[in-house]
């Protein structure tokens, strides 16, 4: 298995990005995916999760400023973020999971495999 995230950098407040990430060596149509995000000196937490039935689940902080999406055919997840907040300054994780149809969750503990990380700057 192999996540590989890019679409970081350095933006100002109300500016936009769009994460990617590219999955390899697992069925990723059958995975549940999430991206996550780690800010120095605080806990890693879960940003949004995107189950195989296209189902989402987004943290309280990033709803309506966050659109999670994956497509299939490409093997990749996606993350677009728009009014971007300083708070939002952290590194930014993807992460999978084999699932049940249906399922998805925000808890960093439920996914198994993770990227090594993209980073987001968010200046004022």
């Known amino acids: 298995v192999q996540l590989v995230e890019s679409g970081g950098g350095s933006v100002q407040v109300g500016g936009s990005l769009r994460l990617s990430c590219a999955a390899s060596?697992?069925?990723?149509?059958?995975?549940?995916m999430g991206w996550f995000r780690q800010a120095p000196g605080k806990e890693r937490e879960g940003v949004a999760s995107?189950?195989?039935?296209?189902?989402?689940n987004y943290a309280d902080s990033v709803k309506g400023r966050v659109t999670i999406s994956k497509d299939n055919a490409k093997n990749t997840l996606y993350l677009q973020m728009i009014n971007l907040k300083h708070e939002d300054t952290a590194m930014y994780y993807c992460?999978?999971?084999?699932?049940?149809?249906?399922?998805?969750?925000?808890?960093?503990?439920?996914?198994?495999?993770w990227g090594q990380g993209t980073q987001v700057t968010v200046s004022l």
């Open positions: 992460a999978a999971v084999w699932c049940l149809y249906g399922d998805t969750s925000l808890d960093a503990n439920w996914f198994g495999y």
């Open positions: 060596g697992f069925t990723f149509s059958r995975y549940c």
């Open positions: 995107i189950g195989r039935d296209g189902s989402t």
